[in-house]
């Protein structure tokens, strides 16, 4: 996957997060198998979830299924605290 400039994770707000990540994935299918159908998603931080949805979407345009996701950290939101 490769993003448009920028990280997410700085930008402030939920919503400006969204809509950052919105359509920003493409996939870089020379660097897939010919044969592969099913990938996992892996995520540093998971703030709103977007990118990953963003990752799985870019994915699913392209014929390869989400067979899994995965964040190695998350961000509470704030009726967490």
């Keep these: 996957?490769?993003?448009?400039?920028?990280?997410?994770?700085?930008?402030h707000g939920v919503r400006s997060r969204q809509m950052?990540?919105?359509?920003?994935?493409?996939?870089?299918?020379h660097r897939f198998p010919a044969e592969c159908c099913?990938?996992?998603?892996?995520?540093?931080?998971?703030?709103?979830?977007?990118t990953l949805l963003?990752?799985?979407?870019?994915?699913h345009e392209e014929g390869i299924r989400t067979v899994a996701a995965f964040s190695l950290a998350s961000v509470p939101d704030d009726a967490d605290e």
């Design 1 to 11: 996957m490769s993003r448009v400039r920028g990280k997410a994770v700085q930008t």
């Design 20 to 29: 950052r990540s919105h359509g920003g994935m493409s996939v870089a299918t």
């Design 38 to 50: 099913d990938a996992v998603i892996v995520d540093d931080i998971c703030t709103t979830g977007s």
């Design 54 to 59: 963003s990752c799985a979407r870019a994915l």
